[in-house]
């Protein structure tokens, strides 16, 4: 299907004047506007936004939006989900909020809203050369209790490709040469497990490490290293309860012809290459297994 990036992710939130204040006041991020009591929110990038907060009776995925060449590309993979039986909930058209666009929104497996676009205006120059806050969106991870259907599907329908596991528990899958956009974790139930937010350097992760610190707030796991995709992470939760990810570093996949997925094991030395980090405690694992997330359909969504 040639999806090329993840562009942006759209997150329910039940304190929505608490929740979006933090972002540009602590996390690093800038406004990119407010539309229905949806806020928007972009990093140093060219990209519209990254992030939206929905007014929201629980927490859970609103959406989760990729990239794809252009409007031919749209109406083509519009074709294709139609053909394999999967539900659109958006067909092509011009996409109703900031940034604009063209695009399509369907439903996954679990009833994940997945938006594909093309032709979002984008910000001239990437923002402030100065601010050191996040870049872009670097990954998303979500929980599933249907691993291995939900693997396949994006895998297999709509074109995602395996970068490596750990055990049959995690599978990490890139779009691009990145090393991941996605994470999936095998779990009880579909949720939310953390946002990734993709930094400059390690000097910029450290340096948003020291501003949530200025405020009182340490890091809930991290800093570290990551054994797949070597990237450095510090991890935090925000005030509606999400967990948020300082990331750094990602690897790069040199060769996709030659690439072959390794099978990590689930140990310390994985999770922390460093060390320095240890295993993620009790709260912050509580915190990424979520809420059970019916998904789209379901009721609880205020501004829709």
Same mark, same amino acid.
């Given at each position: 299907? %040639?999806?090329?990036?993840?562009?942006?992710?759209?997150?329910?939130?039940?304190?929505?004047?608490?929740?979006?204040?933090?972002?540009?006041?602590?996390?690093?991020?800038?406004?990119?506007?407010?539309?229905?009591? !949806?806020?928007?929110?972009?990093?140093?990038?060219? $990209?519209?936004?990254?992030?939206?907060?929905?007014?929201?009776?629980?927490?859970?995925?609103?959406? +989760?939006?990729?990239?794809?060449?252009?409007?031919?590309?749209?109406?083509?993979?519009?074709?294709?989900?139609?053909?394999?039986?999967?539900?659109?909930?958006?067909?092509?058209?011009? +996409?109703?909020?900031?940034?604009?666009?063209?695009?399509?929104?369907?439903?996954?497996?679990? @009833?994940?809203?997945?938006?594909?676009?093309?032709?979002?205006? $984008?910000?001239? @120059?990437?923002?402030?050369?100065?601010?050191?806050?996040?870049?872009?969106?670097?990954?998303?991870?979500?929980?599933?209790?249907?691993?291995?259907?939900?693997?396949?599907?994006?895998?297999?329908?709509?074109?995602?490709?395996?970068?490596?596991?750990?055990?049959?528990?995690? !599978?990490?899958?890139?779009?691009?040469?990145?090393?991941?956009?996605?994470?999936?974790?095998?779990?009880?139930?579909?949720?939310?497990?953390?946002?990734?937010?993709?930094?400059?350097?390690?000097?910029? +992760?450290? %340096?948003?490490?020291?501003?949530?610190?200025?405020?009182?707030?340490?890091?809930?796991?991290?800093?570290?290293?990551?054994?797949?995709?070597?990237?450095?992470?510090?991890?935090?939760?925000?005030?509606? =309860?999400?967990?948020?990810?300082?990331?750094?570093?990602?690897?790069?996949?040199?060769?996709?012809?030659?690439?072959?997925?390794?099978?990590?094991?689930?140990?310390?030395?994985?999770?922390?290459?460093?060390?320095?980090? =240890?295993?993620?405690?009790?709260?912050?694992? %509580?915190?990424?297994?979520?809420?059970?997330?019916?998904?789209?359909?379901? %009721?609880?969504?205020? $501004?829709?």
């Amino acid at each position: 299907m %040639k999806i090329r990036d993840i562009r942006h992710v759209g997150l329910l939130s039940p304190a929505i004047e608490a929740h979006a204040r933090f972002y540009p006041e602590a996390w690093g991020l800038q406004s990119a506007g407010e539309d229905r009591q !949806v806020r928007y929110f972009r990093g140093v990038s060219v $990209e519209h936004h990254i992030l939206s907060l929905h007014p929201a009776q629980r927490r859970g995925l609103h959406h +989760l939006a990729f990239s794809v060449d252009g409007r031919e590309a749209v109406d083509a993979a519009a074709i294709e989900l139609e053909r394999e039986g999967i539900p659109l909930v958006a067909r092509p058209a011009g +996409l109703d909020e900031p940034g604009g666009g063209y695009g399509l929104r369907f439903l996954d497996p679990e @009833n994940r809203c997945i938006e594909l676009s093309a032709g979002v205006a $984008e910000h001239p @120059n990437g923002g402030s050369g100065e601010n050191d806050g996040p870049r872009r969106l670097c990954h998303v991870g979500l929980n599933t209790p249907q691993f291995e259907q939900t693997v396949a599907f994006y895998t297999d329908v709509l074109g995602f490709r395996v970068s490596d596991w750990i055990e049959d528990q995690l !599978v990490f899958l890139r779009c691009g040469r990145r090393h991941h956009v996605i994470v999936f974790t095998r779990a009880d139930h579909a949720s939310v497990n953390h946002v990734a937010y993709a930094m400059a350097d390690v000097n910029d +992760l450290m %340096k948003g490490v020291a501003r949530l610190r200025a405020r009182g707030q340490e890091p809930e796991w991290g800093p570290g290293r990551h054994g797949p995709g070597n990237n450095i992470f510090c991890y935090y939760r925000d005030p509606g =309860g999400y967990v948020n990810e300082f990331s750094s570093d990602l690897a790069y996949i040199e060769d996709e012809a030659t690439h072959e997925p390794a099978v990590w094991r689930r140990a310390p030395e994985t999770m922390d290459y460093w060390g320095t980090a =240890g295993s993620p405690g009790p709260e912050v694992r %509580k915190a990424m297994a979520g809420d059970p997330d019916p998904g789209w359909t379901a %009721k609880g969504i205020v $501004e829709d």
